[in-house]
């Protein structure tokens, strides 16, 4: 019996595991379960928009098979026409045309002589017939024979005008023979032409099928959107059996442990009676004795059972309310743990509290004794500087000594009446270099008018419209500067100059860019713009920017253009500033010029080789 109880003892306590890796998984699950819903609304969203793409691209899919049928007959009816738009060249034509001309070309040049030594004339001179005729009968008759040569000459300058005309069929015929050679090009294009259409061919079924496989796919979505829909729909009924099967799985826990508990009384109570059995064989022989005794006994026994039943309502509530007492006794258990956890921390941290506050008590006697000696120390600063006050001098001298210890010595080299005055050089370089850009951003500069017949004659052409645009928009910013805005002038001959010699090296430059590199070459002009803005020192001085645009300062046309404007308008500087900057702008433009004519060479040799050659 022993054995079976404490075999049965283990079965409870694995029963009473199982159940508690049941609560905790069901615990679990019922976590997971509002994670579980979302995700399947999402799914049921998902699958929606997939429904709808699905439909879309199954409506698109006619259009697709359309399109490739339209582009099969479009791709055979190009295939057809280029092989009847090929020109048939007759070579064999030409090469006889030419023979043709060799010969006649031959012939004239054996048969063409001046009249007087043709073979005709020296055949009648030397005739005895001739020598006998009086020297005007044979003038006369020489004239008659230069007339009839004549005849033959005109004759023959038709035949030249025959073979001309042949030399010109046969430039027209090789021209033909030069436009036959974009065949094999065409019998190349037709050959991927029919590879195209091949493949379009095997499009055509391919795209059908993909239509046929979205129509199926989109049926597939609908189902899984309608079962999606269903689990959307039975989740809460899902959640509400997990959180209840959680709760039943708590009570199973609980009554395991019960279980467990009554085992072990169980075996407790076995064990007692193992012992009273053997209590019992040595109370046999008592008991003998005590029959003697039992009658006395089953009186009392019988007044003390009266008693009982009347006593036993009594005890009955006493048993009812000690196992309520029990009971709650249990159930405050854990709060009282908890307080007494509660307790013990807040000890813990009074404890922490009134260490800290005792550290805090000794800094602050600690720091009171500084605050003391510091006043202390103040005290007697206060009265050295009251007594260095006492012996200072205040005279006025040194009272204005003071309040002015240095005076300025200001030497102006020139004055303008305001700040758009000082600003105008600036502006005014400004202005002329974007009026150069702007030219060559409208005005295709590098395309010439007609066939170049040299690099110079090419340069020429575009330099006469580019000096008439620079000195018109010189001009014009002058005018419009003094006459219109009231810009004050000191030397006007020299503005003028300044202006004119700058637009025309800013031309010059703008125009080399763009007509060696195109856009790139007019997007590499801004940049320039951009340094010059800041290496002229047009607004502040130079020495107030970083040493990039010192480099750049004196390499730049805008610093001399700034410098000779500023000479000109204020006569601050000196007249040495404006010849400067004439003969760097003059540099400029020779330069870039001599550059331009090079460029234009090269585009010439290069592009235009061919329509040299047959213009020559």
């Not at 206060?382 to 040194?398: F, H, I, P, Q, R």
């Amino acid at each position: 019996m022993q054995a079976g109880s404490s075999t049965l003892q283990t079965g409870v306590s694995a029963v009473a595991d199982g159940n508690q890796q049941l609560s905790t998984g069901l615990n679990e699950l019922a976590t997971k379960a509002p994670a579980l819903t979302a995700g399947i609304d999402q799914l049921v969203d998902g699958q929606t928009s997939l429904t709808a793409g699905l439909t879309t691209l199954s409506d698109k899919g006619g259009d697709l098979v359309s399109g490739v049928k339209q582009l099969q007959a479009g791709i055979s009816q190009l295939s057809d026409g280029l092989a009847g738009d090929l020109p048939a060249i007759d070579t064999a034509a030409i090469e006889s045309e030419l023979t043709t001309v060799g010969t006649s070309m031959q012939t004239i040049a054996s048969s063409v002589q001046a009249p007087a030594d043709s073979a005709e004339v020296k055949a009648v001179q030397q005739t005895a017939a001739f020598k006998a005729l009086t020297p005007a009968q044979q003038t006369e008759l020489m004239t008659a024979l230069q007339g009839a040569v004549g005849s033959k000459a005109q004759q023959q300058g038709a035949a030249l005008a025959s073979a001309k005309e042949s030399l010109t069929n046969v430039a027209t015929a090789l021209q033909a023979i030069g436009d036959a050679g974009l065949t094999e090009k065409v019998t190349a294009l037709k050959t991927g032409v029919a590879q195209l259409q091949t493949g379009i061919d095997q499009l055509a079924p391919g795209s059908e099928q993909l239509i046929a496989g979205l129509n199926e796919a989109q049926t597939g979505s609908e189902a899984l959107v309608t079962g999606a829909k269903k689990v959307q729909a039975s989740a809460p009924t899902l959640t509400d059996a997990i959180n209840t099967a959680a709760a039943a799985s708590a009570k199973l826990a609980n009554g395991s442990s019960q279980a467990n508990e009554g085992v072990s009384q169980l075996a407790t109570g076995l064990n007692s009676a193992s012992t009273g059995s053997e209590t019992l064989n040595s109370g046999l022989t008592t008991y003998t004795n005590g029959v003697a005794t039992l009658g006395e006994g089953v009186t009392t026994l019988h007044n003390g059972a009266a008693e009982l039943a009347a006593n036993s309502g009594q005890l009955q509530a006493g048993a009812s309310q000690l196992a309520d007492g029990t009971q709650q006794l249990a159930a405050k258990t854990p709060a009282l743990a908890s307080g007494v956890g509660q307790l013990n921390d807040g000890a813990s941290q009074l404890h922490d509290g009134s260490t800290k506050l005792a550290e805090g008590s000794n800094k602050l006697t600690d720091g009171l004794t500084q605050v003391a000696s510091g006043t202390v120390k103040l005290g007697d600063t206060l009265g050295e500087a009251s007594n260095k006050v006492a012996d200072t001098n205040l005279k006025t001298a040194n009272a204005k000594m003071v309040a002015k210890p240095t005076d300025l010595n200001k030497t102006e080299l020139s004055k303008v009446p305001n700040y758009g005055h000082g600003l105008a050089p600036y502006v005014m370089a400004l202005a002329l270099f974007v009026g150069s850009l702007t030219f060559n951003v409208i005005f295709p500069i590098e395309v010439p008018v007609s066939y170049p017949k040299s690099a110079l004659s090419w340069w020429f052409s575009k330099f006469s419209v580019m000096i008439a645009h620079a000195i018109v928009q010189a001009l014009l910013l002058d005018v419009i500067m003094v006459l219109g805005l009231g810009l004050e002038v000191e030397h006007m001959g020299q503005f003028v100059l300044v202006s004119l010699f700058t637009s025309l090296a800013y031309m010059s430059i703008v125009s080399f860019l763009a007509i060696t590199f195109g856009n790139p070459g007019r997007f590499m002009a801004m940049i320039l713009l951009v340094l010059q803005l800041g290496a002229s020192a047009g607004t502040f001085p130079l020495q107030l920017t970083n040493g990039f645009f010192q480099v750049l300062h004196t390499a730049l046309p805008m610093t001399y253009a700034v410098n000779g404007y500023r000479q000109a308008l204020t006569d601050g500087l000196s007249n040495g500033v404006v010849g400067q900057t004439l003969v760097v702008m003059t540099l400029f433009i020779l330069a870039f010029n001599a550059l331009l004519i090079g460029v234009l060479h090269l585009k010439r040799t290069k592009n235009y080789r061919l329509e040299g050659t047959i213009e020559a």
